[in-house]
């Protein structure tokens, strides 16, 4: 017995171990991509007809192993077809890896602490008052042509203007803010709405818009419900609700912010954070 185990691992190298290993990565990113989609009923779907065509040829169903076999031979065109929405959102997180992208631009410190202020001091008003608002932050996907849907505005980013967007019987009122760095790029802009129909019934067009351009690309959503106030943040097609400004404002320095230290090294966001806190204090 430890004569076969020795012919077996001596066969095995280094390339072969990094091979599985591989394998074994990618097949565990699809399952839970498939997973986090609802690409996985579809999947349990071709299963069931995977083991049933083996079926089929086991008990010797010749007719209905034909079948199923023709149906398998345009399995794959079917498949693109019905998994296009879940294989484009693959493919822009592949296009937007850090591998494959340019670094994306950083503000100063100054600058993002004033930024964020702003969208947090609008987001308060906002939510104080009920006023409906949809704020799209932009990163390293470009989002030109969802601007393109709306207006451009072209404009320093303030508490004013973002007031002025989103106030009830403006013409832009109804759609999205684009934000690109500092500056309002566009309003009334018209998004994508997200596919995902596991979503509470309570979530109207503004928030399934939110979390719709953030399947489609790494922006940042915030969002303000019109009929209760509540603040909410969506990032990789994923919703938070109820939150409070303090957790906003963090994830806002967390996009925003790339402090450098005195060596001239990017400082971790948590360790500035800390940092900022304890001279608060």
């Not at 280094?14 to 996985?40: C, L, N």
């Not at 987001?123 to 709306?150: C, H, M, P, Q, W």
């Not at 759609?175 to 309570?202: E, F, H, M």
Request: hydrophobic share 45%; aromatic share 8%.
């Amino acid at each position: 017995m430890s004569d076969i185990f020795s012919n077996i691992f001596s066969g095995i190298g280094i390339s072969d171990v990094i091979d599985v290993m591989i394998v074994a990565f990618v097949v565990y990113k699809i399952v839970g991509f498939i997973r986090e989609t609802r690409a996985e009923q579809l999947a349990k779907g071709l299963l069931v007809l995977v083991i049933a065509n083996f079926a089929s040829r086991l008990f010797h169903l010749y007719t209905l192993n034909w079948i199923l076999v023709k149906t398998m031979d345009l399995g794959v065109i079917a498949l693109i077809i019905v998994f296009q929405p879940e294989l484009r959102r693959a493919l822009e997180y592949l296009g937007r890896s850090k591998i494959i992208t340019k670094q994306f631009a950083q503000m100063d410190k100054e600058k993002a602490k004033q930024l964020t202020s702003i969208l947090i001091k609008t987001v308060e008003y906002f939510s104080s008052n009920k006023v409906g608002a949809l704020i799209i932050l932009e990163r390293e996907t470009t989002l030109t042509d969802i601007a393109e849907t709306g207006t451009v505005v072209d404009a320093k980013v303030s508490s004013e203007l973002l007031g002025n967007l989103f106030y009830e019987g403006a013409p832009l009122h109804d759609g999205a803010a684009i934000v690109r760095g500092d500056r309002v790029l566009a309003a009334g802009c018209v998004l994508p709405l997200t596919q995902n129909k596991n979503l509470s019934k309570d979530l109207g067009t503004r928030h399934r818009a939110g979390i719709g351009i953030t399947e489609n690309s790494d922006a940042i959503s915030l969002i303000v419900s019109e009929e209760t106030g509540i603040i909410s943040v969506a990032t990789d097609g994923k919703l938070s609700r109820f939150l409070d400004l303090k957790t906003v404002e963090k994830t806002l320095l967390n996009l925003y912010l790339s402090q450098l230290n005195a060596d001239g090294k990017k400082m971790p966001f948590v360790s500035w954070l800390r940092r900022r806190d304890k001279d608060e204090q």
